[in-house]
């Protein structure tokens, strides 16, 4: 905006008065008091023109504030568009969340159902478990009752180990032990048969035993033998029992026995299956 000096309209309405009154012959009064009354009016004038001009400078300092203030707004207002952009974003974050959390829920509440199917299918598996518990104390029991039988079949069988091995030998005794037998049995005949002991007389005594004894070698292999006693006497050891009965044809004596019972007995080592202690123990007719 121009401005103006303040005492260039008082010179111009000086002039001005000066040349008016000298047109109209005022004469020289006249324009003394109209410079006057000229400057007087030019100073109201100039006072009002400061006002407006203090006004308008009061204007431009307001303007100037306005402007700062809305440069400060102006700022504000791009702060509150980037908050307003953050906001958005966060916005956008937990509405991502929500979802994200809707989601969680939906999952969690499958993990519980599966969960809830874990239980009860445990609960099952517990009792059956306790079933499975049971039977397997049934079974332990059956088992122990199975070995205590089994033990006892096994001590039977081990008794009968040794029953087995001198029935084995007497199927086919040595010589020594049916040279006994023999013996046994020739002095049976000779106290029951009179024939025999006559026929023992003709032959001789040595005759009628080697003729005797041919006939209880064959005999041996065809007799059955019957346990009577199985006693344990020490480790791995029993004293076995034996018995037979047979019918006696001795045809060189023309002697006819019905039954002839021998006892035979002996311990038998069930480890090493040797048989010790041999001896006969009766020799009967029945």
Known sequence: ?????????????????????????LGSGYAVFYPNMVNERSRTIEG???????????????????????????????????LTDIIDGVSDRVTTIENGQVTLNSELDDVEDTLNQLNEDFVTLDDDWDGVVNEFADLISAYNSMNIELKAAQDLVRENDGIRIFTAYMANPSS????????????????????????????????ANIILLQDIDTLMGTLVWNPTNNTEVGDNSYQVKLETYFPFEFDPASV???????????????????????????????
């Open 256 to 286: 006819s026995i019905n039954k002839i019972r021998i006892e035979v007995r002996a311990t038998i080592n069930l480890e090493t299956q040797v048989i010790t202690l041999l001896q006969i123990g009766t020799v009967e007719v029945v």
């Open 48 to 82: 009002q023109v400061m006002d407006v001009e203090e006004d308008v400078a009061g204007l431009g300092v307001s303007l100037d504030s306005m402007n700062r203030s809305i440069a400060v707004i102006g700022d504000s207002l791009e702060g509150i568009l980037a």
């Open 176 to 207: 020594y032990f049916k040279e006994a037998i023999n013996d046994e049995v020739y002095a049976l005949l000779v106290l029951e048969s009179q024939d025999f002991s006559e026929w023992a007389t003709l032959v001789g005594l040595n005759s």
């Open 1 to 25: 905006m121009e401005r103006r000096l303040p005492v260039s309209k008082p010179l111009l309405l000086v002039i001005i008065g000066l040349i008016i009154g000298l047109s109209l012959g």
